[in-house]
């Protein structure tokens, strides 16, 4: 077993304990926060980053992946960043029922994306096959809209400058992360039709 190898497994280890421990402060801060005011917006939340954790075990492995710095630091903040958000207090800046729902579609909206992924579901920017159906027609990127919708959801249940900050740096590097993700594509000859055809990466009119 090659040095390059073993520290690869150890590194990969490292950050899903590190992802772990973060995700269960998380969910016991929103499941307290549940429990003391009803509101199901930090709930929708939990459930919309615990499926990261579930289907990154189910994953299709590949071989073209960017490993790059840029790649790794961007993949590494956006993901550790959603489980540092926090319910604080109880400023507002809408109704839970009106974040709830704002949410709700944001996770269906994961949902549906990761449904049309299947297997090709992964973490790192890489090539796992074009996907085509679904959302995909609308926007390169439905999957990272959802959740860029229900951490905007979570910002304005829950709009502290802790939260700001961690969203501003996280939601920054899901943006960059990707693009990265589409450079990594755009060798595929598949990939560069499909980008003719669906020119918006995040927000049909919009990016």
Not at 172 to 178: E, G, I, K, N
């Amino acid at each position: 077993m090659s040095d390059r190898f073993t520290s690869g497994v150890v590194t990969d280890l490292v950050a899903r304990a590190i992802v772990i421990v973060l995700f269960s402060l998380m969910s016991a801060n929103l499941f307290a926060d549940f429990l003391r005011t009803g509101h199901v917006t930090g709930l929708l939340l939990l459930a919309s980053e615990s499926l990261v954790v579930v289907l990154t075990i189910v994953r299709r492995r590949t071989s073209l992946v960017d490993r790059s710095a840029a790649g790794v630091i961007t993949t590494a903040v956006s993901l550790a960043g959603p489980p540092l958000l926090r319910a604080f207090g109880d400023s507002t800046l809408a109704p839970d029922r009106v974040t709830a729902l704002a949410s709700a579609i944001g996770l269906g909206l994961v949902i549906v994306g990761k449904l049309a992924l299947g297997r090709s579901f992964g973490i790192a920017p890489a090539n796992r096959g074009v996907v085509m159906r679904g959302p995909y027609v609308l926007v390169r990127h439905p999957i990272y809209a959802g959740y860029l919708l229900t951490h905007a959801a979570f910002f304005v249940a829950h709009p502290t400058p802790w939260n700001a900050a961690v969203l501003l740096v996280a939601d920054s590097a899901l943006v960059v992360r990707a693009l990265i993700e589409e450079r990594v594509l755009g060798a595929d000859a598949e990939y560069q039709s499909y980008c003719r055809r669906v020119g918006w990466h995040l927000v049909p009119g919009v990016f």
